[in-house]
């Protein structure tokens, strides 16, 4: 069952079994990601699929949770995806959750039946790069979904009782629009209230439209000092009830985790210390995609 590279993952799935079900993103329109351009998007043959089920469950039957690839397997109908959810269900018996990247437009498509379908049969958990609260931002580095529709889509998915994974990337809007960046993500999470959050930092990836603009000068990436003030000013603005937060990732120079509300304060503070000079950042050579 070979995994056709390049292809992530989120931290949190490192001892998921990786199941690929399209290739590449759906939309592959953003200007910052350079995953998936060597792949031309396509929903793998079912006949596949489920050959690679059999070939991990035959040598894996421990697996608890399973990760859904490349970019958005919400893309694929109900008809198609339900039946790959009940070939995992039965193939590990130990199975608790299955989780996937989405994108917000394909989350809305789907009605709160079909949803709750995919709850019904253990996709539990999707992860949606929200990138920025402004749609401005938005606009500017070609993100399929709008802010409004990833909005809908998180709360949509909560009420089935599928829990979202929100990914900001810190950065994105450059030094000219780090501002609206700011306001529009702390506005976009509060009306969102996901179960779990993280932070990204913006890395220019060569190759990608993005580092065309940073070559011309039209984009002016931030240091390391602005990206963390960019998180010490979400952070402050936000209002969540019942969150979980990591800036774990590799892009980060400082890597922060904690839960919202209660340690909302200690999160700031790490932040206020790291951006007086008093906490030892991560080297620009070190961080990694």
């Known amino acids: 069952m070979p995994i056709i590279e390049p292809v992530i993952r989120p931290p949190a ?12 993103c759906s939309a592959d329109s953003c200007s910052f990601c350079g995953v998936y351009k060597s792949k031309t998007f396509c929903i793998k043959d079912q006949k596949e699929i489920t050959a690679d089920i059999n070939w991990y469950a035959r040598r894996y039957q421990h697996v608890r949770r399973v990760f859904l690839m490349d970019g958005d397997a919400l893309v694929l109908p109900n008809s198609k ?17 299955i989780s996937s990247y989405a994108n917000g437009c394909n989350v809305t498509r789907k009605n709160n039946n079909e949803l ?3 709850y019904k049969h253990k996709l539990s958990l999707i992860y949606m790069g929200l990138e920025s609260g402004n ?7 070609g993100k399929s979904s709008s802010v409004e529709e990833m909005i809908e889509a998180v709360n949509k998915a909560a009420k089935v009782h599928i829990k979202s994974s929100v990914i900001v990337l810190l950065g994105l809007g450059g030094k000219k629009y780090s501002e609206e960046h700011v306001k529009g993500t702390v506005a976009a999470l509060n009306r ?6 993280s932070f990204l930092s913006l890395m220019v990836i060569p190759g990608t439209p993005l580092a065309e603009e940073v070559k011309i000068g039209e984009f002016k990436e931030l240091d390391s000092a602005g990206l963390l003030k960019e998180s010490y000013e979400i952070i402050k603005g936000l209002d969540l009830k019942k969150t979980v937060f990591r800036s774990n990732h590799a892009s980060n120079h400082l890597a922060l985790e904690g839960a919202f509300p209660k340690d909302k304060m200690k999160l700031l503070n790490i932040l206020a210390s790291a951006i007086g000079g ?6 620009e050579s070190l961080r990694g995609l």
Do not use: H
């Open 81 to 97: 995806l339900v039946p790959i959810l009940k070939e995992l269900d039965a193939a590990f018996p130990r199975l608790t959750r």
């Open 13 to 24: 799935e490192a001892n998921s079994f990786l199941l690929q079900v399209t290739l590449g």
């Open 278 to 283: 008093g906490v030892r950042l991560k080297p």
């Open 116 to 118: 709750a379908e995919l």
């Open 135 to 141: 749609q401005g931002v938005l606009d500017r580095c």
């Open 192 to 197: 969102m209230q996901p179960r779990y959050l």
